[in-house]
């Protein structure tokens, strides 16, 4: 298996103080990181959970 892909917005300046998760695709949903903390774990979310999430930040 290959290491995920972290992707972050494009929003999202490097060199700033900017608050930024990072999302990837995994086995069994969406992974969602801190982007300055990439190696203090991450959260694993349904693809319908995921769904929801953006749903609501959208509002």
């Known amino acids: ?3 995920p892909v972290w992707r ?3 929003r999202s300046a490097e060199g700033t103080s900017a ?4 999302v990837a ?3 069994g949903g969406i ?3 801190d982007s300055k903390e ?7 979310l349904g693809v ?5 999430l953006l749903d609501e930040l959208k509002r």
């Open 19 to 22: 608050q930024c998760v990072e």
């Open 8 to 10: 972050k917005s494009s």
């Open 31 to 33: 992974g969602v990181r």
């Open 48 to 52: 319908a959970a995921f769904r929801a």
């Open 38 to 44: 990439p190696e203090g774990g991450h959260l694993v």
């Open 1 to 3: 298996m290959s290491a």
């Open 25 to 27: 695709p995994l086995p």
